[in-house]
């Protein structure tokens, strides 16, 4: 569970420079660190080198996810399309959830969306790759190019009646 940072009411004193954790050390205790200094004003003792790139791993985990939940659901919509005959109702939950997440995060990072296209190009080999191992067939049994249009990505619908019983 994240817990929140102390407000600046709450923020425990940083400890004197010479006694700081470092960043290699233990990154929880150098973060409580750094947001007490940054609380107290003291913009000079912050470990800013470490706090950018802090910053740009928050940035590209962001990234990250958006982008596993999009080469899932393409993965899914991919055996969906492929495998009628072995269609399950786990596909179409996997579907619907991997299509909240997909929202979920790039609604909590509106900076993502002009990137949404490349990343849909550059993770859908990946999702043919694994779409081709779970149904057995091989990538080339696939198109070689995304077939689906963001509308059919993000809203197609997925019949629980066409699924063998």
């Not at 973060?31 to 790139?53: F, K, P, S, T």
Request: some cysteine; aromatic content about 8%.
């Amino acid at each position: 569970m994240v817990h929140p940072a102390p407000t600046r009411e709450e923020a425990p004193a940083a400890p004197p420079a010479e006694i700081r954790t470092r960043h290699a050390d233990d990154l929880y205790t150098w973060v409580q660190e750094q947001v007490a200094l940054l609380r107290a004003g003291r913009v000079e003792a912050l470990d800013l080198d470490n706090i950018a790139e802090e910053l740009s791993d928050v940035g590209n985990a962001q990234y990250s996810q958006l982008e596993s939940a999009l080469r899932v659901l393409l993965m899914h919509m991919l055996k969906w399309d492929q495998q009628p005959e072995k269609r399950t109702p786990s596909w179409i939950y996997s579907i619907r959830e991997q299509r909240r997440r997909y929202a979920r995060i790039l609604g909590k990072n509106p900076g993502l969306k002009p990137q949404v296209d490349a990343m849909r190009d550059d993770i859908y080999p990946v999702a043919r790759d694994w779409a081709a191992d779970e149904c057995h067939l091989t990538p080339d049994e696939f198109p070689a190019q995304c077939p689906y249009a963001w509308d059919d990505i993000l809203d197609r619908p997925f019949d629980l009646d066409s699924v063998r019983q």
